[in-house]
């Protein structure tokens, strides 16, 4: 299944997933998501043309947020919108952040 056709999950008592791990789930998203040195986030610089499509982009973002009970940090300015993911209860990378990610690139990606 992609992960763009699945749903985040409850996390209880997981550690995070591992450099391989993260580098295999990052290979099915967007080449421009970044994995941080550490792995323990990935991050993707959305551009955009105003300031009226950033925010657009921010609320259709927060939307898939609020359905997936899984928010990312975001750093939004005029054009463009840095959205990065982590998993805070197991402090690294979770499935759920990569799941997200394929959601939301579909927003502005033909992927």
């Not at 008592?13 to 099915?28: G, K, T, V, W």
């Not at 209860?89 to 990606?109: Q, T």
């Amino acid at each position: 299944m992609l992960l763009r056709e699945k749903s985040c999950s409850p996390l209880k008592d997981i550690p995070p997933l591992d450099e391989q791990q993260a580098s295999s789930l990052l290979s099915q998203l967007d080449q421009q998501w970044q994995l941080s040195e550490d792995h323990k986030s990935i991050s993707f610089d959305f551009q955009f043309n105003n300031f009226h499509e950033t925010m657009s982009f921010v609320n259709a973002l927060a939307w898939i947020a609020h359905q997936q009970d899984h928010h990312p940090e975001l750093e939004v300015s005029y054009k463009h919108c840095l959205v990065h993911y982590s998993t805070h209860s197991v402090d690294g990378l979770s499935e759920n952040d990569f799941i997200c990610a394929a959601k939301i690139e579909r927003l502005v990606l033909q992927t």
